[in-house]
């Protein structure tokens, strides 16, 4: 087979958002989701986006600080499970008012600018976000 005719090679991203609600009741939500990589840097990343932007309209929904997201062949191995900072996430879904909110809300409750913090979970080789003016 040619070069140009490889067939892509999708990765099986899983995304979980855990929430509960003021009841202790648990209505966070999970998915799987393909992308490719040839295409997408960052494929942790899209997948968010694309499991954010499929529910945004939906009634009820919700967003915590972070979203998980792993490798579906890595489940077993929470190592290879990242959390990424939703603000972020909310930007490359082009919410930008419910991720100024979300800012907003994280500033006056914990004093945390989620704007400044990194994109995804330290892990010792990502370099936390300058501002974005």
Do not use: Q
């Not at 990343?45 to 600080?65: I, N, Y």
């Amino acid at each position: 087979m040619n070069e140009c005719m490889k067939p892509p090679t999708l990765k099986k991203i899983i995304v979980k958002c855990d929430l509960k609600d003021k009841n202790n009741i648990n209505i966070g939500w999970d998915d799987e989701i393909t992308v490719d990589p040839t295409i997408f840097d960052d494929v942790l990343l899209e997948a968010c986006t694309r499991a954010v932007e499929k529910r945004k309209s939906l009634p009820g929904f919700s967003l915590g600080m972070t979203i998980e997201c792993y490798d579906k062949r890595h489940i077993k191995d929470p190592s290879a499970h990242y959390c990424y900072n939703t603000y972020f996430v909310m930007i490359n879904a082009s919410m930008h008012k419910k991720a100024e909110a979300l800012r907003s809300n994280f500033v006056k409750l914990y004093d945390v600018d989620l704007k400044i913090e990194s994109l995804k979970g330290e892990d010792g080789n990502i370099p936390s976000n300058k501002p974005i003016d």
